[in-house]
């Protein structure tokens, strides 16, 4: 199996910048998956941020983030980023990292798919 460790979040003030990163360790890499970032809200359902197809460089965004956030990946570290620019309030939430390991060549939104998961990371945007 493959362990995601999520780090970077913070309390930023609205119009502010946070980069979020989210590393892998154990038996797997990225190389074969489908990775994303998730975000979930108190009492809110887990929602779709931003996605990335590993092998083939494919971003994929939701479209509350569109523009404000980027996506990449560092193969060398087998790291994932998110760079989050002009944060708004309602971005408030804990981010998730999440990989796919099927070999599916689309990105799925829903966290039904994916099989592995990071601990989450904390993301509060002041107005």
């Known amino acids: 199996q493959v362990q995601l460790v999520e780090s970077g979040g913070g309390l930023v003030q609205a119009g502010g910048s946070l980069r979020l990163s989210c590393a892998a360790s154990?038996?797997?890499?990225?190389?074969?998956?489908?990775v994303a970032w998730f975000r979930q809200a108190p009492g809110k359902e887990r929602e779709f941020v931003a996605g990335?197809?590993?092998?083939?460089?494919?971003?994929y965004y939701a479209d509350s983030v569109k523009g404000r956030f980027t996506i990449s990946r560092d193969n060398a570290k087998n790291t994932v980023y998110l760079q989050m620019n002009s944060l708004k309030p309602e971005d408030t939430a804990v981010y998730y990292c999440?990989?796919?390991?099927?070999?599916?060549?689309?990105?799925?939104?829903?966290?039904?798919?994916?099989?592995?998961w990071g601990q989450g990371t904390q993301v509060t945007v002041s107005s």
């Open positions: 999440a990989a796919d390991l099927s070999k599916r060549n689309w990105m799925s939104v829903s966290p039904n798919e994916y099989d592995y």
């Open positions: 154990g038996r797997s890499t990225f190389s074969a998956y489908n």
């Open positions: 990335i197809r590993w092998s083939a460089g494919n971003q």
